[in-house]
Nanobody, 119 residues
Framework: QVQLVESGGGLVQPGGSLRLSCAAS????????MGWYRQAPGKQRELVAT???????NYADSVKGRFTISRDNAKNTVYLQMNSLKPEDTAIYYC?????????????WGQGTQVTVSS
């Protein structure tokens, strides 16, 4: 039983910044991967960034140098600091947690938070 709750989305002007948060609750294993994905209208869901419980990160090329993913293991919370936002960053951003389950690793998803970059 895992629940993910995202927050921090909203409307921002190009060049602005937002910080997304995702708090996981429930049966969280010590070893896991958390990350952010996004889906724009008419587009496929795509990876934004992931981070393991050990701190290893992975970023999409489109956000490298602009976005930073981090986590607080004690809080089971992952963050996404988004700087220099562009209109093409507009999407619903989803938090994901991957960890072992009773039979196999399972992906848990948050409900999503809307990020709109527009002037």
């Amino acid at each position: 039983q895992v629940q993910l709750v995202e927050s921090g989305g909203g409307l921002v002007q190009p060049g602005g910044s937002l910080r997304l948060s995702c708090a996981a609750s429930g049966s969280i294993f010590r070893l896991n991967v958390m990350g952010w994905y996004r889906q724009a209208p008419g587009k496929q869901r795509e990876l934004v960034a992931t981070i393991t419980s050990a701190g290893s990160t992975n970023y999409a090329d489109s956000v490298k140098g602009r976005f930073t993913i981090s986590r607080d293991n004690a809080k089971n919370t992952v963050y996404l600091q988004m700087n220099s936002l562009k209109p093409e960053d507009t999407a619903i951003y989803y938090c994901k947690l991957t960890q072992g389950g009773s039979s196999y690793p399972y992906n848990y998803w948050g409900q999503g938070t809307q990020v709109t970059v527009s002037s």
